[in-house]
């Protein structure tokens, strides 16, 4: 069988690798699927086909605008859920002498949301990439809605008691809270992608950052409200009669409503169409070929999604338990007046900022924003430890400044946010973000649980200013640390079609099947046969370490037969030419591109870098051969093979 014609310009390769610039605007929502993978819609020979392709695109732009709905109103609750217990846990904290020393019991409910919310994203990963991403939402809204049963019905023999019963809701609602990034934020990149390439990342960052924000100050607002019901007056002290009971109660209750709403409104959200399709190909079945593949190609992409989070979610947790206890100690005002002073900082500048970020990260590009917002963080920390004193004695610059400082900060979040759900193919992109995401929320846990004690380190022994500037160098060297693993370890995906990008990823997988193929010296009648499916990872592995090598030896004949049929390789011709083709797979880190270079020279990284690309294109052109071998008599294949050769020569010229 003769391979395929390689001599093709490298525009025409990236063309069909990225697509973004032909996927614009409505237009777009024909997208790269029609264009390469549905050749039988692709130029319909009746009114009939085309009315199916008309209704099809109708019910697909209304699938997403339903969706879209859907997210943003469960990142809104999300928000708001984030800083439910922010202002309570000031509340306690003056009303209760006992749990204003209580510094183990004032952590717990600062960190009891994001230890669910870690394990959430870990276990949504999984369910919304085997199971589905709608199905995965519909679980993660029952787990918020019992987490704020949970918070309405708190009770204690005494208020450490009922405290720690609240930091159980917390905690259940944090389950679905993380399950809402690793179900949503890859859903609604995928529908982006059929919406417009080249916007993508705006659209999410709307849906998804900016919903989220927004629903941060929400709690501020209502629970003000509350205290202002629920209390005699605003001073909140052992004599203001204020009912604190009534306050956390009225604050979960509250959340229930939306949470309830959204639950409903689930049930008629859909899949993504990329991951319906890509599931309908893999059939929920991962192998061994997935592992290979992410250990040896993207563990530089790893780091960049994985420490990129860890860092910042460290920074902005720990500053946003503490922050209000912080502002007192700065400017001495009290720990209730520094929820208005939030409050404040956030409708006047926090709030657009994602906003902002979202109509430049598509022009700018991830990695380029992710780099000014890591030298901003990191220069403005500094500025702001040098001159702390100077700002402590002017409070109303303090307030200003600090706002303009935690404002730019979503010029990391925002791609942070992104990148994880752009840099791994939809069969393990949810699992991947789960992971990346959930990484990320540790470093939220290490950084609160660990702040008071770096404060007090600082500040020999006490919770001083000397202490409070000892850990703002801290975090500015943390931040400088972030912005050179971003420049390194980073990948941009601005303007690259995931489908293009799944393309690849499904080629590559054809190229390694075809050399273990190659390497175990399979027959046809191997590569064909039937039981080779029933084939598992874990029995291989069972087999290698416990049983005879007899019997590993013939099994791993059977998994590697296994490997050859889920990747399309169909015979030993086949194999031979997908193992004689290059597998180099540029994963667009500068820390690869470093190593090409370091190692093969400007040429020869360029010509990596162009065979990386001709990847998504052999996949495409596989893909024919086979809708043709599936067409045409057998007698005829060998035809057919000269016929498709022949017109992607024509398509060069």
């Known amino acids: 069988m003769s391979a395929p014609v390689v001599d093709v310009s490298s525009e025409y390769i990236q063309r069909v690798s990225l697509g973004a610039n032909e996927r614009e605007g409505p237009e777009s929502l024909q997208t790269y699927w029609e264009t390469n993978n549905n050749s039988e819609d692709k130029h319909p020979s009746n009114n009939s086909s085309l009315e199916e392709s008309e209704k099809e695109r109708r019910e697909l732009q209304k699938a997403i605008r339903f969706n879209a709905l859907g997210t943003a109103m469960g990142f809104f609750v999300n928000g708001y859920m984030y800083d439910i217990s922010s202002v309570l846990l000031t509340m306690y904290t003056d009303l209760y002498p006992s749990f204003n020393t209580d510094v183990f019991l004032q952590t717990a409910i600062g960190v009891a ?246 109509f430049i990260v598509d022009r700018l590009g991830r990695r380029k924003t992710e780099i000014f917002g890591w030298l901003w963080l990191a220069s403005t920390t500094l500025i702001t430890a040098g001159f702390f004193w100077q700002l402590r004695a002017q409070p109303v610059a303090y307030i200003i400044w600090s706002t303009f400082q935690g404002g730019f900060q979503y010029f990391v979040f925002v791609p942070v946010y992104l990148v994880p759900a752009e840099a791994y193919p939809t069969r393990i992109r949810a699992t991947m973000y789960g992971v990346s ?58 303007q690259r079609s995931l489908v293009g990008e799944d393309d690849r990823y499904n080629e590559l997988r054809r190229r390694y099947a075809g050399k273990y193929i190659q390497h175990l010296g399979l027959n046809n009648h191997e590569i064909e046969s039937q039981d080779a499916e029933s084939c598992g990872i874990f029995r291989l592995m069972k087999y290698y370490m416990f049983g005879p090598k007899e019997l590993f030896l013939s099994y791993q004949r059977k998994y590697a037969a296994m490997l050859a049929q889920r990747s399309g390789i169909g015979c030993v011709e086949e194999a031979q030419e997908a193992a004689s083709l290059p597998t180099y797979y540029n994963d667009l880190t500068l820390t690869l591109k470093l190593y090409w270079r370091i190692r093969y020279g400007k040429e020869g990284c360029a010509s990596n870098e162009r065979a990386s690309e001709d990847m998504a294109y052999y996949y495409q052109s596989q893909q024919q051969k086979q809708k043709a071998a599936e067409s045409t008599p057998k007698g005829s294949l060998h035809q057919e093979e000269h016929l498709t050769a022949s017109a992607l020569v024509e398509d060069k010229q």
């Open 113 to 358: 949301m994001l230890y669910g919310v870690m394990f959430g994203l870990l276990i949504f990963g999984f369910i919304a990439d085997y199971f589905g991403r709608k199905k995965g939402l519909i679980m993660c809204s029952s787990l918020v809605l019992l987490g704020n049963i949970i918070g309405i019905a708190y009770n204690g023999t005494d208020i450490d008691g009922a405290l720690w019963m609240m930091c159980i809701g917390l905690g259940v609602a944090g389950l679905g809270m993380g399950g809402e990034y690793t179900c949503n934020v890859p859903n609604s990149m995928e529908d982006s992608e059929e919406v417009d390439t080249s916007k993508r990342g705006g659209r999410v960052t709307r849906l998804v950052m900016a919903m989220e924000v927004l629903g941060n100050y929400a709690p501020f607002v209502v629970q003000l409200i509350i205290i202002a019901a629920a209390c005699r007056n605003a001073y909140l002290g052992l004599r203001s009669g204020c009912k604190d009971q009534v306050v956390t109660r009225v604050s979960f209750a509250v959340a229930t409503i939306p949470v309830i709403i959204v639950l409903v409104y689930r049930t008629q959200m859909k899949d993504s169409r990329m991951f319906t399709r890509d599931q309908a190909k893999r059939g929920r079945k991962y192998d061994g070929l997935d592992l290979f593949i992410f250990f040896k190609h993207f563990w530089a992409r790893c780091i960049g999604t994985v420490i990129m989070w860890f860092l910042i979610d460290w920074i902005n947790y720990s500053g946003g338990t503490f922050g209000n206890l912080v502002l007192q100690k700065v400017i001495g005002a009290s720990l209730f007046k520094t929820v208005w002073l939030t409050l404040a900082e956030g409708v006047a500048w926090a709030v657009w900022m994602p906003f902002l970020v979202s």
């Open 437 to 494: 995401s959930s990484l990320g929320k540790m470093g939220g846990i290490v950084g609160t649980t660990i702040f008071p004690q770096i404060w007090k380190r600082f500040g020999g022994g006490s919770e001083s200013l000397d202490g409070l500037r000892g850990t703002m160098w801290f975090n500015a060297g943390l931040s400088y640390v972030g912005l050179v693993i971003c420049i390194l370890f980073v990948p941009e995906y601005s």
